[in-house]
């Protein structure tokens, strides 16, 4: 399994921006972030294939939240902009070593590896 290190979580105001990270110790084919708020399941937030460069994102962040990846780092990125309070919760990095879409992986929550998590808290 790979090791996956996030960070860049913390506490943002309303309309406020985070960039989260996320080392891999090796490369993956499909890396992704998910979150998990309290008393709701954890959501595919957004993934990435390293293949194509294929994104998905789930209808709440789309035109907020930009994912992308530098294969060289093996890292992963997602970038949070005109944050809401219902973004708060639990982020997690996730990676499936055995190609699968970035819309399988998210939707179906095709994952091999979980990250820690990062607490993320959007409140004024």
């Known amino acids: 399994q790979l090791q996956l290190v996030e960070s860049g979580g913390g506490l943002v105001q309303p309309g406020g921006s985070l960039r989260l990270a996320c080392a891999a110790s090796g490369f993956s084919l499909t890396i992704g972030w998910f979150r998990q708020a309290p008393g709701k399941e954890r959501e595919g937030v957004s993934c990435?294939?390293?293949?194509?460069?294929?994104?998905y994102y789930i209808d709440s962040v789309k035109g907020r939240f930009t994912i992308s990846r530098d294969n060289a780092k093996n890292t992963v990125y997602l970038q949070m902009n005109s944050l809401k309070p219902e973004d708060t919760a639990v982020y997690y990095c996730?990676?499936?070593?055995?190609?699968?879409?970035?819309?399988?992986?998210?939707?179906?929550?095709?994952?091999?590896?979980w990250g820690q998590g990062t607490q993320v808290t959007v409140s004024s």
């Open positions: 996730a990676a499936r070593p055995i190609g699968v879409s970035a819309q399988e992986m998210c939707v179906m929550k095709l994952v091999d590896s």
């Open positions: 990435i294939s390293s293949r194509t460069g294929t994104t």
